[in-house]
């Protein structure tokens, strides 16, 4: 059994940084890859940035230069810096894992809003 506990979402006015954490539990031996998905209402899910384990990561074009995502090997979790937050970043954000041999896993999302 796999958990991931996500934390960090919120309330932000725009211009204003959030940063989201995924910690990793269970029977756990390799993680292939970890990344952010959001989705916002009325539309599909989508990536937002993801790492591999060699560390290599990829962004979507609308969060680059703003967003950077960073993973903790020992202890099997997962960051996202979000900064000068905008009203379309608003929307849940779901922690997802690869792990190597077993398939994908999801947190249960955390609300990411940006208003004034």
């Known amino acids: 059994q796999v958990q991931l506990v996500e934390s960090g979402g919120g309330l932000v006015q725009p211009g204003g940084s959030l940063r989201l954490s995924c910690a990793a539990s269970?029977?756990?031996?390799?993680?292939?890859?970890m990344g952010w998905y959001r989705q916002a209402p009325g539309k599909q899910r989508e990536l937002v940035a993801s790492?591999?384990?060699?560390?290599?990561?990829n962004y979507a074009d609308c969060v680059k230069g703003r967003f950077t995502i960073s993973r903790d090997n020992a202890k099997n979790s997962v960051h996202l810096q979000m900064n000068t937050l905008e009203p379309e970043d608003t929307a849940v954000y779901y922690c997802?894992?690869?792990?190597?041999?077993?398939?994908?896993?999801w947190g249960q999302g955390t609300q990411v809003t940006v208003s004034s």
């Open positions: 997802n894992i690869v792990i190597t041999g077993r398939g994908d896993y």
């Open positions: 269970g029977s756990i031996l390799s993680i292939r890859r």
């Open positions: 790492i591999i384990s060699g560390g290599s990561t």
